[in-house]
């Protein structure tokens, strides 16, 4: 029975409750079944609880493979595939209801309803896998894992196989290969579904939302903690339980720091302010990255170096289409760079040559994007046989050029140093073209300036 303070909240958390069915969770798993080799098993072991300092845990995560073949989140976990077993392909270890451990750790599926509620053909408690795997191993040619991820997973599973070999006397037969399940699972996870993009459409709304809200609330003299706040108010009030990373929202120097998470120091006049942030939706994540005045209005070099990322967005996503390769949208976003740092003096010679040579490195650093998925940095190969990949159709990923002017380089006129932009937003490529899911939050300079003086 569930209390009536529950009851009462049930339908603020349905309206923004977004989750994948069970048919999505069995169609990827009979798709990965039909690419394993002939007489193999797929082990896929669950994440690991972290302690973040004494008796206390970091908010369990589930593993991004295991989740996207079974939707189920509890830890203690190992989910196991066998194509052509005759009692069943699906087979999961979990944690056994045990009602004085629910009391404290909460409520747990247990392998008995796991079948009805998570479609398994067969569950146990994890707390007997050291027996039942090595059965279920023995006799198949081949085990798929991803190996070297995890000591402690890459042990147990040396452990079983050589279990097996114990008893090769008694007529056991252990496996004779070992092969990557991320090469075979991660081009899967690559392509998403029309399902995985229409929750990946309402992430990015809800990040596009809260981007838009800091925006509207920032005020010089706050901390940049107290944006982040705001940002997470938006995340959750909508129906996301944690950010798909943690939020950088760095304001003036800090915004030329890539990885700043920080967020402690207060917000001057007329700095500009990298929010980089964005919010996971059943396990998908959105990454979305605006930067924007304090003051509410650019300063002219930072309106100068603002454009100039933005017409380098806008060229990287004129080429993020099909029959196009994973580096063009980077290549187009590095010649409208350098050109406009060559403008603007920062750097000085001919384009090409500063391109051949890197230097536009010295202001941009990283790359115009990365895969998008489950993880931020999502899965998936960006080179096929040495040579960058084509994009095709249900591939998502991130354009975010940017511009970082070190605040003690000398070798640029005063007035730029210090300047941070990046500019990203989370597109997936259709069959024409590209459609950009955070499309909801603005960009343009003037569309900015109109919202923060609203
Ligand atoms: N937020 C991480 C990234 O933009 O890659
Ligand atoms: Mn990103
Ligand atoms: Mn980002």
Redo the contacts with the bound molecule.
């Keep these: 029975m569930r209390s009536s303070i529950e009851r009462g909240l049930k339908h603020i958390t349905e309206v923004g409750m977004v989750k994948l069915d069970s048919a999505e969770y069995a169609k990827r798993r009979r798709a990965l079944m039909a690419q394993m080799s002939p007489n193999s098993i797929a082990i896929i072991p669950c994440a690991p609880v972290t302690v973040r300092n004494r008796d206390v845990e970091h908010p369990y995560r589930q593993d991004s493979d295991f989740y996207y073949l079974s939707g189920f989140d509890e830890e203690h976990a190992c989910l196991v595939l066998i194509p052509g077993r005759e009692h069943g392909e699906y087979v999961l270890f979990c944690q056994e209801k045990i009602k004085e451990q629910e009391i404290w750790t909460g409520r747990r599926v247990g392998p008995e309803a796991a079948l009805e509620q998570l479609g398994c053909d067969d569950a146990f408690p994890i707390s007997d896998i050291d027996d039942i795997l090595p059965g279920l191993i023995e006799g198949k040619d081949r085990i798929f894992a991803n190996l070297g991820v995890s000591p402690e997973f890459d042990r147990q599973l040396m452990q079983w196989v050589n279990h097996i070999k114990t008893q090769v006397r008694n007529g056991a037969t252990p496996p004779h290969e070992f092969s990557a399940l991320d090469h075979l699972l991660h081009e899967q996870r690559l392509i998403k579904s029309d399902a995985e993009i229409a929750v990946m459409q309402k992430a990015a709304e809800i990040s596009a939302e809260a981007h838009t809200r800091a925006m509207q609330v920032v005020k010089p003299g706050m901390r940049e903690y107290q944006l982040e706040a705001e940002l997470m108010q938006i995340f959750m009030a909508a129906g996301s339980r944690w950010p798909?990373?943690p939020s950088?929202v760095g304001s003036g120097e800090n915004a030329c720091i890539l990885?700043y998470t920080r967020n402690d120091d207060v917000i001057g006049d007329n700095e500009l302010i990298l929010i980089?942030?964005?919010c996971e939706l059943d396990y998908y994540a959105s990454?979305i990255?605006r930067t924007f005045p304090s003051s509410g209005k650019f300063t002219d070099p930072q309106r100068k170096l603002y454009q100039l990322v933005l017409d380098a967005q806008y060229a990287a996503i004129a080429v993020t289409k099909p029959g196009n390769h994973w580096n063009q949208p980077h290549e187009a976003a590095v010649k409208v760079l350098t050109e406009g740092l060559v403008h603007y003096g920062l750097l000085e010679g001919d384009v090409d040559d500063l391109i051949e040579n890197l230097a536009y490195r010295q202001f941009y650093m990283?790359k115009t994007?990365?895969w998008l998925g489950m993880d931020?940095?999502d899965v998936g190969e960006y080179r096929l046989e040495g040579e960058w990949r084509e994009l095709v159709p249900g591939m998502v990923l991130?354009i975010?050029p940017g511009l970082y002017i070190a605040p003690d380089d000398d070798t640029v006129d005063p007035m730029w140093r210090g300047i941070g932009i990046?500019i990203?937003d989370d597109v997936v490529v259709t069959k024409d073209g590209c459609t950009i899911l955070s499309r909801d939050v603005v960009k343009e300079i003037a569309d900015i300036e109109a919202l923060m003086s609203a």
Aim: aromatic fraction near 6%; glycine fraction near 12%; hydrophobic fraction near 20%.
């Design positions: 798909a990373y950088i990885h980089d942030a964005g990454d990255t990283h994007g990365h931020v940095h991130t975010e990046r990203e």
